[in-house]
């Protein structure tokens, strides 16, 4: 709306200043103007006779000279846009008439300037325009330069802009004065239960200032990054200012509170009962809250998170997670390939402070603090790990450019994360282990046919891990087909390798399908990579957007020790990766 008024006013300026016809009278009126003997041109100094002489269609050689056919011919010279005024006259010629067209030129352009946006590169735009220095100045040319002026700011800086005036003097100093549109008032609407502060906090424009496009675009997927919403969108309404516009930010909401619960099975853990309450949008605040809890045959825990994504104006968030973890681990003896199987139980917490650091980018400090004790259930004793206690500091950095939260159809994500264990406050032991994740998608084909990639690696970089520290893959987030740390099949180690590839297509409204592929292996500290040892699985999935939040079921075919084929269930919330 606002871009069709802006095109229109162009037309009016370029009309109004330079395509003006002469008001005087285009010639006497006559009642006999006879037969043309001659057609002169007079006045062109820069432009070629014969180049007005072609579009003079009318008024034609031993044809009588009849006056609309003339005024016809001043149109057509005028229409060619070099003149600044075009008139007739019939003069007595030897058997008829001869009839001389005057013409006073536009001047010679000396120079272009540009006013009205600050920080605008108008010599970027000048340098390409048709109308260039030491030309004459022809209308239709400028016009052209008007038109592509808008849109050639809306592409690069995001603003909208209208010409509001418009000189070209007998010198050939052409000056284009331009007016920007600026923001009358900002309507959110839409948000039933998200409190319109939590929108505006991610806004980086105000009411008053000018309108930035890529501005507001960029605000516009900040908010959509958050999940709360599954639709925006955004309208500029037209005022009878015709520099001022509201913009109207249009929201659909989804769910975000849900209660969770199922069952699953795996060879490692046995039956697994799960329930979980979680909202990523506690009363409409925008503050996330978790608590969870699984029951099972070999494996108990328990967990309550809580996320603040602005303590500071500035964006500080703080996270907080407790947890209390028991699962069976299992250790093989390298020399005698005997099998100990003992159940660790961990107690422990973190606390995260994050803050952004460019629009797509941001860092995090996390502090973390865990026991683990171990108790014997099979097996040599030698084999069981010692207990430890961890602490540990973080840094990570993250950069997320996907184009959504749920369903990214292009972008990327990356994430580095380094750990320093530290034997300070009681922890058993220092090390330094560095973790890198890096997930890339594209889109194949239009409709949400998408190909997602995912590398992630881990490393020891100095000292030694405890049991708990080590990595681990396997189950439903990294090497579907698999156990969860499996040591019989290299799945826990000092440094670990896992590759994914999903290929995405949707299969009817809310349900997407998913094929995918796996690969990965771990290895201890003084071992080398060998690709040999990678292992691989392939399977199908779906997914499904319900009021519970995103559901994922996946079935995924890995091998055995034995080497033969064998299949896992695993179900989720939320995409693998």
Partial sequence: MRQSSARAVLVLVVLGVLFSVCSAPILAQEQELGIVRLITVKGNSYIDTETIKASILKTRINEPAVEQKIIDDIRAIYDLGFFEDVQATVDPALGGVEVVFHVVENPIVRDITFSGVPGVAFKDYARDMKTQPGYILNAHDMWEDLEGLWEWVLEEYGYLIRVSALSADTDGHVHIELAQTTLKDIVIQGNEKTKDFVIERELTFDAGEPVNINQIDASLRKILMLGYFDEISREFSQEENPDETVLTINLKERKTGAATFGVGYSTN?????????????????????????????????????????????????????????????????????????????????????????????????????????????????????????????????????????????????????????????????????????????????????????????????????????????????????????????????????????????????????????????????????????????????????????????????????????????????????
Wanted: no cysteine.
């Fill in 269 to 577: 853990e046995g039956l697994v009962g799960f329930v979980q309450v979680a909202d990523d949008n506690l009363l409409g605040r925008g503050q996330k809250i978790k608590a969870s809890a699984s029951l099972g045959q070999k494996l108990t825990s328990y967990e309550l998170g809580f996320y603040e994504p602005y303590i500071t104006k500035s964006g500080i968030s703080l996270g907080v997670n407790l947890y209390r973890k028991l699962n069976p681990v299992k250790t093989i003896d390298p020399d005698t390939e005997e099998e100990t199987e003992s159940r660790r139980t961990t107690i422990g917490g973190d606390l995260t402070l994050g803050r952004p650091i460019t629009e797509f980018t941001r860092g995090r400090l996390t502090f973390k603090v865990e026991n683990s004790t171990y108790e014997h259930l099979k097996g040599p004793e030698a084999g069981v790990p010692e207990d430890s206690k961890n602490r540990t500091v973080g840094f990570g950095l993250n950069t997320n450019t996907l184009d959504h939260p749920f369903f990214p159809t292009e972008g990327y994500n990356n994430d580095v994360y380094l750990e320093l264990g530290t034997t300070l406050l009681g922890g058993s032991s220092a090390y330094a282990k560095l973790r890198l994740e890096h997930s890339r998608f594209f889109e194949v084909r239009d409709g949400g046919y998408v190909l997602a990639l995912r590398g992630l690696g881990g490393r020891l970089l100095g000292g030694s891990l405890q049991d708990n520290d080590k990595f681990r893959i396997g189950g439903a987030d990294t090497l579907r087909g698999y156990s969860y740390g499996d040591p019989a099949l290299n799945l826990v180690g000092d440094n670990m390798l896992v590759m994914n590839a999903e290929f995405r297509f949707p299969i009817v409204e809310k349900v997407q399908g998913v094929v995918f592929t796996d690969w990965g292996t771990a290895w201890s500290q003084g071992e080398s990579l060998r690709l040999q040892n990678l292992k691989n699985s392939f399977g199908v999935g779906v997914r499904l957007d319900t009021p519970l939040g995103l559901l994922r079921l996946d079935y995924g075919l890995g091998k055995d020790a034995e080497n033969n084929r064998s299949g896992q269930f695993y179900f989720g919330i939320g995409q693998a990766f």
